[in-house]
């Protein structure tokens, strides 16, 4: 038996691997095939099954393409309808894969058709289960994303609270925890940063798994959740449907524009994504473009931030063109025009105009910040670790709605942990109007070091 973790930082995503006898299953694959299909040639094994533990809000799956190109067969849980073929298991259903089992778990919850999967060795003994977005390290999946009819965020809490106290905490101690995502996913509040975990250490450890009746359950996941990001739904829907071939997109988005091409795309309506490091960014870029870095959670981020319907037109360092292509259909972006050829050195030779975003350390910002409004775009649950008395609140997700009470002619401070948000939200106020952004470099962390007093914020 062989059992690997593909994880994605990206999308905080964990696909897995599980072979056995020359036989292998994958679980929730990102939409690219070739690196589970490589991994399967490798080892000479062929894959026979395609376990999807639910319909993935977050990214589109590879599901359909795997299937294809393999001749695997897709399984769903319990009620599962799809615009595809594909296999919906029964509560318990057995899945042989060599001298392995796969036991199927309907946990609904996070949605109707929710599943894990639960692995039983060579031996009999159960070993690990795959828990999708059923149960996280430290956290459990959110219940507001398959709300529809008369089924409330609350009837899908109290289901996950059954699923979790039926069928998850009644294995062994001993069971691994493979969940299918880490820290920095929105499909849950506050996941764990180890990508695997026990039965055990979670029940001791895990909020949601600790002892209490379904009415305390149902308010301890469904206090302080956030709006999920807005691609969710049409990435549920997409995995749901079908989508196009992943091959075809990626020959079809990246093709190289001159700076005319460019400059023209540009000035009919297209969106343009830098999507090069804050640092790069601030240096130069094609005027009215967003900072959205490859060095972050670029998709997630474009995700959120950007208007799916829009085309887009990229920036990126050379040799990152496909990549920033392909981690934009992992989330369902597949309008893109093109990218800038040569990048904006191209750009700058051409002789046209080239923006540069203000600028400074957390040094120079401690000498000046008591004089203009700063705006701390980080998230909610991180203002707890204390907020600069006189600053603006406004999660990334939420500035581009709450721009309208902010004044396009007085000077802003931005900030966010680190660097990499402040940009991308100075990058949003440029575009809408607002011409005297500074970002402060390195985040509140930095900005603590700098000396800037910090108190805890009157709401979180």
Known sequence: MYIEQLYTSCLAEAAYYIESEGEAVIIDPLRETEPYIA?????????KYVFETHFHADFVSGHIDLAKKTGATIVYGPTAQAGFVIKV?????????????????????????????LLIDENGKNNAVFTGDTLFVGDVGRPDLAVKGNITMDDLAGMLYDSLNKKIKTLEDEVIVYPGHGAGSACGKNIGKETFSTIGMQKKLNYALQPMTKQEFVKAVTDGLAAPPKYFFMDAMLNKQGYENIDEVLNKNTKALSVAEFEAAANNDCIILDTRTPDE????????????????QYAPWVGSLIDARKPLLLIANDGKETEAVLRLARVGYENVRGYLAGGINAWRTAGKKVEITNSLNAD???KNYKTDNI???RNPGEWNSGVIETAKLIAL???EKEMVVLDKNAHYYVHCAGGYRSMMAASLLKKNGFNNITNVRGGIAKIKEAGVPTIMPVTA
């Not at 991994?39 to 894959?47: D, E, P, T």
């Not at 960014?281 to 972050?296: A, D, K, Q, R, W």
């Open 89 to 117: 298991a029964n509560d318990g259903e057995l899945f042989s894969v060599g001298k392995i089992k796969i036991k199927v778990l309907h946990t609904p919850g996070h949605t109707m058709e929710s599943s894990c999967f």
């Open 39 to 47: 991994l399967a040639n490798k080892r000479n094994a062929k894959i």
């Open 397 to 399: 997700a939420d500035l």
């Open 281 to 296: 960014y601030e240096n130069g870029t094609v005027p009215n473009s967003i900072n959205i870095g490859l060095n972050g």
């Open 364 to 366: 120079e910002f401690a």
């Open 375 to 377: 705006i701390d775009v």
